[in-house]
């Protein structure tokens, strides 16, 4: 009735394996606040740094010509207005997250102008193939131009099994040429920190005033499961996550088809964006600077900012 009768929603019940519970009862509890309560929140210039970083990407990988995009981890559908600049033809979001999920669905069928198709699922996308869910027509073989996962992949790391879970479903049904994109929480610097505490710390945290990371242990067996306890003011709270070894990603991800063409801690990417003609502009658009050219972070922001890193993959 809203002119968008393409959009379908099917938020199954979802049967949980491993962690994944805290994971989703943290995100489904999260109230929806809109844009003008953001404006309200403690971090609101990091997350503005955030989307502005997701922008980035998707101006420099998404298919410029109706692409057609698979949101793994879609959240309550914050990157919809970026899809829509990119002039995608169709999107399809899933999270595990259901109340998120009918957040999304509601923000897109409330979108003026969307010129394009929507459909969202509530499903595990770590421990169930994709297949499951989705109806025939969108799950066909080089369908989509784009697959995004945004600050959502290294919970896929608990075990071997759910990360290659996660990047079947990825590559699946991801077109020769088409690019995924991501972004995670930068591993090789969350260990350079750990190490940097004291031999004789038991708590093994760090921080500053807007996030707190916290490991259980200095070194783990193995490369999946090396688990850590993530904090970050109005945003995430205390949310067991894991830590992604690149080295295997890497290798795990061309297994299947997926070669890497970018990556990039964010702290990197504003520095050689910044300036640039495509994306330099958006800071001040997006309120990640002021008119004076001043940073909407404060120094802690700012530090939480480069845990992160994003990237890039083609399959070939
Ligand atoms: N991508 C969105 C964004 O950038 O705003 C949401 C990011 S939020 C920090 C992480 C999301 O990952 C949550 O919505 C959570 O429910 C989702 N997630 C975690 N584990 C998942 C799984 N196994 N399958 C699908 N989504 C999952």
């Not at 990360?163 to 040429?177: F, P, Q, W």
Request: proline letters at 3%; glycine letters at 6%; aromatic letters at 12%.
């Amino acid at each position: 009735e809203d002119g968008h009768d393409m959009t379908r929603r099917k938020v199954s019940e979802t049967q949980y394996v491993g962690n994944v519970a805290a994971v989703a009862n943290h995100y489904n509890a999260r109230p929806e606040i809109g844009v003008e309560g953001r404006e309200f929140s403690p971090i609101i210039g990091l997350k503005k740094f955030n989307n502005w970083i997701k922008s980035v990407l998707i101006g420099k990988f998404a298919y410029r010509q109706r692409g057609k995009v698979l949101d793994i981890g879609c959240g309550k559908g914050g990157d919809l207005n970026k899809w829509k600049q990119a002039r995608i033809a169709l999107y399809v979001g899933l999270d595990l997250a259901e109340t998120s999920v009918e957040q999304a669905a509601e923000r897109y069928s409330r979108m003026q102008r969307a010129n394009f198709d929507a459909y969202f699922f509530a499903h595990d996308c770590y421990s169930k193939a994709l297949s499951d869910i989705l109806p025939e027509h969108l799950q066909v073989k080089d369908l989509y131009d784009n697959v995004t996962m945004q600050f959502c992949m290294h919970y896929a790391f608990e075990s071997a099994s759910k990360a290659r879970m996660m990047i079947e479903n990825v590559s699946r049904y991801l077109r020769k040429g088409g690019v995924f994109i991501g972004t995670i929480p930068n591993a090789e610097l969350l260990l350079s920190r750990l190490n940097d505490l004291p031999e004789d710390d038991e708590e093994l945290r760090f921080g500053n005033s807007c996030y707190y990371v916290q490991f259980t242990e200095r070194k783990h067996k193995g490369i999946y499961g090396h688990q850590y306890r993530f904090f970050l003011t109005d945003a995430v709270e205390d949310v067991p996550e894991y830590l992604v070894d690149w080295e295997n990603f890497e290798a795990l991800a061309m297994e299947y088809k997926l070669k890497i063409v970018y990556k990039k801690p964010f702290h990197d990417i504003l520095q050689d964006e910044q300036a640039s003609r495509d994306f330099g502009p958006l800071l001040g658009k997006m309120g990640v600077v002021n008119a004076d050219g001043e940073s909407a972070m404060d120094a802690d922001q700012w530090e939480a900012a480069n845990l992160y890193m994003a990237f890039a993959f083609e399959k070939v």
